[in-house]
Each structure stands twice: as C-alpha cells, then as structure tokens.
C-alpha cells in the first residue's frame, strides 16, 4: 500500500511540472529539452619502445551538472602492440563540490587473465587565501582482485601545500 502511494505521488508530481511543447506545422509535438555542451577531456598517447608499441586512449567528462554540484564521468583503453598484450579498459566516476574544491572518484581497471584494479579518492581545499596558495587533505585506498587472490587493500592521507605564481591564471 505504502508503495502505492510513493507512486501515485510521483505520477502527480511529474504531472505538475511545465513542460516546453512545441507543435510543428505537421501538428507533430516535440518537447523541447534545454541543451548545454559539457567540457570533455579527451586524451590519447602512442609511445614506442624497446617493450613495443604502447597505445593509450582516455576521456573523462561532466556527466551532470547543477549549481554547484557535477558528476564526472571517464573511460580508458590501452593496448600494447609488438608483443601483442591484452585489451585493457577502464572507467570512472566522481562528484565535484565546486566552492569547497571537494572531489570524490571511484574507479576500476580491468587487464584480461589478471585481474581488475579498484580505487577510491577523495580531496579536499582546506584553506586558499589567493589563486597561488592552496592546502589540502587527500586520502584513498585501492585494492586488486586477481584470478590468484585478492591483494590487501592499501590506503594513503595527507596534506599538500602548494605556493607559487600561476603563470595561466594571471
């Protein structure tokens, strides 16, 4: 019953909310969605050397974002050539606070016949009098999961200070 209700208050609320409809000369109704590019980070890297050709591809972006509040999002590959390696892929996902400079991220990868890596992040701005001088408390843990046993987990915390003239910021 209780569930019944959570639905129905749901359903009445997303029927009270203004929708932007917009009719063509067809008759044909379109809702209209407000569109925002979101800034993607793209990366990618060949090296060659004496263990083979190692090509790497990455890209991490804002998934969501409201206020001050966003979701960041990624995914990575890399492959070596000459040995012929494995496929090796990844993702991520955080969250930004902007005004505190606070920033969560889990991620995982995973190397076929090995084994999958798991991390967890997380930081912080404690105290940023100027754009040049910043301390802040960091802190995360990771762990492999292997085919041979799971390693145990290792974990790291500090502060870092960092002072000097920001030649892009002005």
Request: hydrophobic residues 35%.
């Amino acid at each position: 019953m209780k569930s019944y209700l959570v639905f129905v208050a749901f359903l009445a609320w997303a029927s009270a909310l203004p929708l932007d409809i917009f009719e063509d000369d067809d008759g044909q109704q379109f809702y209209l969605v407000p569109m925002q590019r979101q800034k993607r980070d793209t990366t990618w890297d060949v090296a060659k050397g004496p263990g083979g050709t190692n090509v790497q591809l990455g890209q991490e972006g804002t998934i969501w974002a409201k206020g001050n509040h966003e979701i960041i999002g990624g995914g990575h590959a890399s492959k070596n050539f000459n040995p012929n390696g494995p496929l090796v892929g990844g993702g991520s996902i955080g969250y930004h606070h902007i005004p505190t400079d606070t920033n969560i991220k889990a991620s995982a990868t995973h190397i076929p016949n090995w084994g999958t890596q798991a991390d967890i992040k997380a930081s912080r701005t404690l105290w940023a009098p100027d754009r040049n001088t910043k301390l802040e408390a960091f802190g995360g843990a990771s762990q492999s999961f292997t085919k041979w046993g799971n390693t145990r987990p290792e974990a790291n915390v500090g502060l870092q200070f960092t002072h000097g003239h920001n030649m892009f910021g002005g």
